[in-house]
């Protein structure tokens, strides 16, 4: 927070990857000739205007892109205070922003000549999306998850397995999503011919944080655009959930040179921040090194990752995406938090008064918002991504509200 | 190289080749399975026969490691080890010997978190020789291994495969004491290397460098250990040593006897591979 106001806020990464102080290529040697190769293949294909045209056609086409920005009419009514829209990316083609990403890296893995692709997954949403693209693509498609999630994602697991991935059940240290990324990385280190590694957020090795968010600004590019044929301005806040990262950057990036627009990236304080039982890396964690980059994370005072705790399988990973930790730090974008259950609260509102039902991620995002919107005049704007739908979650809620199905 | 910082690891290396021999390097995790056990196994090993000795800094995600020593890992943490207690244990093993040089093996978030200048002083003055820090490739030389250097610590560089004639240099730029080649694309303890692809590339490596190569990520046997150290300068034996600290019964005893066992097979190993190559 000693860092004085930078210029720009979209000028990083620098060259080696950092995000100020966060972010790097803290991989084995064995892995660095393959991400520089990554990194170099990227460069020309952003450079290539024949990639973005691929892209855009299957985003388009295939995902279903633009996603609507949508006026929360009887939300705002209920709230009493600032407009609330929704950037509405659960109408994505798999029901969450994570297909944008997606679809970029396996062009990209395509370009590259690499037949196999590898994934880790928590929820399952990103696994979903990576073997959807592969299935459309003809690729093989190997996604690692935990056990733990494995259990309580059956579904998902299912959906995987139709689109014909094979799901690996990794059994190692806490058996959940950081777990699957080690075994990734592991699969990735033993296959370095073939294989390309489709990271599911804004955190890993550079390039990774940089690419990733790059191809989730869509989000933003959009909503943008929406809002100003909507309102004819810019709006007063944005606000977006929180687990590495992926769809706060994709709906921040192009609005983080706006001054006027404040952010809030809402972490899942899980049962609070005071209990240990959170995902909260920024707020409950502080800087270290962990699969690849320097950012926040989750860890004991030896350095020992610690679990996280989130009733958002998709929120419950001890790191965060290193331009977060940045954005922090310059405090260009605020870090605040919202528990299950208010969380499980906001799923319900929503679900009744505008009939979306919504993933528990974009839940704690609507939780903030219910909490700040009340405290704004009717003239403000806030723009909210409702990153996935809930569809997947239900189980869960009824679960925590004491229904069985 | 006017700033390498002479080690034991130098001296050690010197010595081997005035006998005409390879070293054997091995591997343990601290406080596997518990502290007082590892110390015992740690405190044997020069004379069993290990030449040079690496010790994990248990880490809760050991990405690079295989099943085995993913596993050390975690007994060493279910037991309370931390990273006061892996140096307090070099510095117990000094004691006795003043020869042996030690390798602290690891990933690099445990070492921030100690803080850096913190934990490289502290190493110093325990007696450890240098550092392998797994995800910290030249491309993050500044962060630990040019203040190590600094520190008077050999950073303890990997080649695998994968670097090539025009990444080489980079790798060897502030690299000292020995350079690890990891025989393998994959990750220790899995498969077996091919030793006539391992000779090979340790040959085109020892072009580019006059440092000592040891070969590990896929040793297991005695057989293994003397067919491979015949291509470089030593071997490095980690998952089978830890894989019978797995599987001892009764913890203790068993664990250090079989590993000091192993230890000596693979030593008399190495060292017929030492006249064969000369």
């Known amino acids: 927070m000693s860092e004085h106001k930078p210029n720009t806020y979209?000028?990083?990464?620098?060259?080696?990857?950092?995000?100020?102080?966060?972010?790097?290529?803290?991989?084995?040697?064995?892995?660095?000739?393959?991400?520089?190769?990554?990194?170099?293949?990227?460069?020309?294909?952003?450079?290539?205007?024949?990639?973005?045209?691929?892209?855009?056609?299957?985003?388009?086409?295939?995902?279903?892109?633009?996603?609507?920005?949508?006026?929360?009419?009887?939300?705002?009514?209920?709230?009493?205070?600032?407009?609330?829209?929704?950037?509405?990316?659960?109408?994505?083609?798999?029901?969450?922003?994570?297909?944008?990403?997606?679809?970029?890296?396996?062009?990209?893995?395509?370009?590259?000549?690499?037949?196999?692709?590898?994934?880790?997954?928590?929820?399952?949403?990103?696994?979903?999306?990576?073997?959807?693209?592969?299935?459309?693509?003809?690729?093989?498609c190997v996604v690692y998850m935990g056990e733990v999630d494995v259990e309580r994602q059956q579904p998902n697991v299912f959906r995987m397995k139709l689109l014909g991935a094979e799901v690996v059940p990794v059994s190692s240290g806490s058996r959940t999503l950081k777990d699957a990324l080690n075994e990734a990385l592991r699969d990735w280190v033993a296959n370095v011919e073939n294989t390309f590694y489709c990271i599911g957020t804004v955190a890993g090795p550079h390039p990774y944080p940089e690419m990733v968010r790059d191809f989730q600004s869509v989000i933003g590019r959009e909503a943008k655009e929406q809002i100003l044929e909507a309102e004819g301005r810019l709006p007063d806040a944005l606000v977006a959930a929180i687990g590495g990262g992926s769809n706060a950057m994709g709906l921040f990036y192009?609005?983080?040179?706006?001054?006027?627009?404040?952010?809030?990236?809402?972490?899942?304080?899980?049962?609070?921040?005071?209990?240990?039982?959170?995902?909260?890396?920024?707020?409950?964690?502080?800087?270290?090194?962990?699969?690849?980059?320097?950012?926040?994370?989750?860890?004991?005072?030896?350095?020992?990752?610690?679990?996280?705790?989130?009733?958002?399988?998709?929120?419950?990973?001890?790191?965060?995406?290193?331009?977060?930790?940045?954005l922090h730090e310059v405090g260009r974008v605020n870090y605040v938090a919202a528990t299950d259950t208010e969380a499980l609260e906001?799923?319900?509102?929503?679900?009744?008064?505008?009939?979306?039902?919504?993933?528990?991620?974009?839940?704690?995002?609507?939780?903030?918002?219910?909490?700040?919107?009340?405290?704004?005049?009717?003239?403000?704007?806030?723009?909210?991504?409702?990153?996935?739908?809930?569809?997947?979650?239900?189980?869960?809620?009824?679960?925590?509200?004491?229904?069985?199905? | 190289m006017s700033n390498e910082p002479r080690t034991r690891i130098a001296e050690t290396f010197e010595r081997l080749?005035?006998?005409?021999?390879?070293?054997?390097?091995?591997?343990?995790?601290?406080?596997d399975p518990d502290l007082d056990t590892s110390q015992r196994i740690l405190d044997g090993l020069p004379?069993?026969?290990?030449?040079?000795?690496?010790?994990?800094?248990?880490?809760?995600?050991?990405?690079?490691?295989?099943p085995a020593i993913q596993l050390a890992s975690q007994r060493a943490l279910k037991a309370g080890q931390t990273m006061e207690k892996t140096l307090a244990m070099v510095r117990r093993f000094r004691q006795e010997d003043d020869t042996t040089p030690i390798v602290l093996m690891g990933y690099y978030n445990p070492v921030y978190v100690y803080g850096n200048e913190r934990f490289l002083r502290d190493a110093k003055d325990a007696g450890v020789d240098g550092l392998i820090i797994v995800d910290l490739p030249p491309e993050e030389d500044e962060e630990l291994c040019l203040p190590a250097m600094e520190a008077g610590l050999n950073f303890i560089r990997l080649a695998t495969p994968t670097t090539d004639d025009e990444r080489l240099p980079k790798v060897l730029t502030n690299a000292s004491g020995f350079l690890y080649y990891v025989s393998i694309t994959g990750v220790t303890g899995t498969r077996a290397p091919d030793a006539r692809d391992v000779a090979a590339q340790v040959a085109r490596i020892k072009r580019h460098t006059s440092l000592p190569v040891c070969i590990g990520f896929g040793v297991k046997t005695p057989q293994q250990a003397r067919t491979l150290a015949t291509a470089g300068d030593g071997v490095v034996v980690g998952s089978a040593l830890v894989d019978i600290i797995a599987r001892a019964q009764d913890g203790g005893a068993e664990a250090v006897r079989g590993v000091h066992e192993l230890t000596r097979a693979l030593a008399e190993g190495v060292r017929v591979a030492g006249k064969d190559g000369t």
């Open chain 1, 10 to 140: 979209t000028g990083l990464p620098d060259a080696k990857g950092r995000f100020g102080n966060h972010g790097g290529r803290f991989v084995a040697e064995t892995l660095m000739p393959l991400i520089l190769e990554l990194e170099e293949a990227y460069r020309a294909a952003r450079a290539d205007p024949s990639f973005q045209e691929e892209l855009d056609d299957f985003l388009k086409h295939y995902v279903g892109r633009p996603s609507p920005l949508y006026f929360a009419e009887r939300l705002t009514e209920h709230l009493g205070g600032a407009k609330i829209y929704f950037k509405r990316d659960e109408l994505n083609h798999t029901g969450a922003h994570k297909i944008n990403n997606v679809l970029g890296q396996i062009l990209l893995a395509r370009r590259m000549g690499k037949t196999r692709i590898i994934a880790e997954t928590g929820a399952g949403q990103h696994g979903v999306a990576t073997a959807t693209a592969c299935a459309r693509f003809g690729l093989e």
């Open chain 2, 17 to 31: 080749q005035r006998e005409g021999r390879k070293a054997l390097v091995t591997f343990i995790t601290a406080g």
């Open chain 1, 346 to 405: 906001a799923f319900q509102v929503c679900s009744e008064l505008e009939g979306i039902i919504p993933a528990l991620e974009p839940s704690h995002a609507l939780a903030h918002v219910m909490k700040m919107a009340p405290e704004m005049d009717r003239d403000e704007i806030i723009i909210m991504n409702m990153c996935g739908r809930g569809d997947k979650d239900i189980f869960t809620v009824a679960k925590h509200l004491g229904v069985e199905l």
């Open chain 1, 254 to 326: 192009p609005f983080l040179d706006d001054a006027d627009v404040e952010m809030f990236g809402v972490e899942a304080a899980g049962r609070g921040l005071d209990t240990g039982a959170h995902a909260a890396s920024i707020l409950g964690g502080r800087p270290g090194v962990l699969h690849g980059n320097r950012t926040y994370l989750l860890m004991d005072e030896d350095g020992q990752i610690t679990e996280a705790h989130s009733i958002s399988a998709g929120l419950d990973y001890p790191g965060i995406g290193p331009e977060h930790a940045w």
């Open chain 2, 47 to 66: 004379q069993a026969g290990a030449d040079v000795i690496e010790l994990g800094m248990p880490f809760t995600d050991p990405m690079a490691d295989g």
